[in-house]
């Protein structure tokens, strides 16, 4: 501090009451409590300040985690049927001899609407995929996939031929329908 400012400090003390008086001299105390002077040439400033050991590092838990994530992730994927309806779609019309233009096209001839109802089904039945899905990929809504899902549970019962039409068409997918 210059000269003025410890004059001014000074006169400030000199001209305290004693309760600032004592507070000053508290706080004085405070702070050599907190930050101790040590003199420059005081050995205790030359000596190095010791490092803590460095902890040792915990094993990589999350990344083991992320790992044994991924491998589940890839795991049940592989565990999960890999047909799509595009596979489904392209067996049946393989087995009623259509074509995928004539299965997705708007026509409702005999010969379009039973091979696209099976279409409909078997999506259902091997894929799980929801019946908004399975509609756009016949260019159809839900509804028309559900109703032609329901006629062909009714049939399956009743028809032996279109029974057997179904587990030919599964299994020519590698599956085995239910």
Excluded at 53 to 82: C, D, G, H, M, Y
Aim: aromatic fraction near 6%; proline fraction near 7%.
């Amino acid at each position: 501090m210059d000269g003025a400012g410890a004059s001014h400090l000074y006169h400030a003390i000199e001209h305290a009451t004693p309760t600032q008086a004592d507070a000053w001299a508290k706080r004085q105390q405070r702070l050599k409590r907190m930050v101790p002077v040590v003199p420059a040439a005081s050995p205790v400033a030359a000596r190095p300040a010791v490092m803590p050991a460095p902890k040792p590092e915990p094993p990589p838990v999350l990344e083991t985690w992320v790992q044994r994530q991924k491998e589940n992730w890839f795991s049940i994927e592989n565990e999960v049927n890999q047909l799509t309806i595009k596979d489904i779609q392209s067996a049946v019309c393989r087995f009623y001899g259509v074509t995928m233009i004539e299965l997705r096209s708007s026509r409702r001839n005999a010969q379009i609407v039973l091979p696209r109802q099976v279409g409909y089904y078997l999506s259902k039945k091997l894929t799980g995929k929801s019946l908004p899905d399975i509609g756009r990929r016949f260019n159809r809504d839900h509804t028309s996939a559900l109703s032609g899902i329901r006629k062909i549970e009714k049939l399956r019962t009743i028809d032996e031929n279109l029974e057997s039409d179904l587990h030919a068409i599964s299994n020519s997918l590698g599956v085995s329908l239910v």
